[in-house]
């Protein structure tokens, strides 16, 4: 079991960008994807879930209603776009799954068990 995250990059502030998380492995659609972030000096920070049962998008107060979740069953792949960027998004992205039932907050990292490796994303002008 494999995730990767990609599309990261620099933006402006109000840019967006719109990361990929891919699986290989197993099937995005069998797991609770979440989306994290963690800027220099603080702890990983849970952004965003998309629950496998019925397919319901949570999100942190820091980022909902510019940050969208979504998932392409057949290209077996989780986005997350990201609009009116901030200087204080500027850190890395992870994704991460649980494919296990629903247990516990989704915000935790406890909460996963599968993690992919981060996408630098900076917010500068």
């Known amino acids: 079991v494999q995730l990767q995250a990609s599309g990261g990059g620099s933006v402006q502030p109000g840019g967006s960008l719109r990361l990929s998380c891919a699986a290989s492995?197993?099937?995005?659609?069998?797991?609770?994807i979440g989306w994290f972030r963690q800027a220099p000096g603080k702890v990983r920070e849970g952004l965003s879930c998309f629950t496998r049962n019925n397919g319901g998008t949570l999100y942190a107060d820091s980022v909902k209603g510019r940050f969208t979740i979504s998932r392409d069953k057949a290209k077996n792949i989780v986005y997350l776009e990201m609009n009116n960027l901030k200087p204080e998004d500027t850190a890395v992205y992870f994704c991460?799954?649980?494919?296990?039932?629903?247990?516990?907050?989704?915000?935790?990292?406890?909460?996963?068990?599968?993690w992919g490796q981060g996408t630098q994303v900076t917010v500068s002008s």
């Open positions: 492995g197993f099937a995005l659609d069998s797991a609770h």
């Open positions: 991460a799954a649980r494919n296990r039932a629903w247990s516990g907050d989704w915000y935790t990292l406890g909460f996963y068990d599968y």
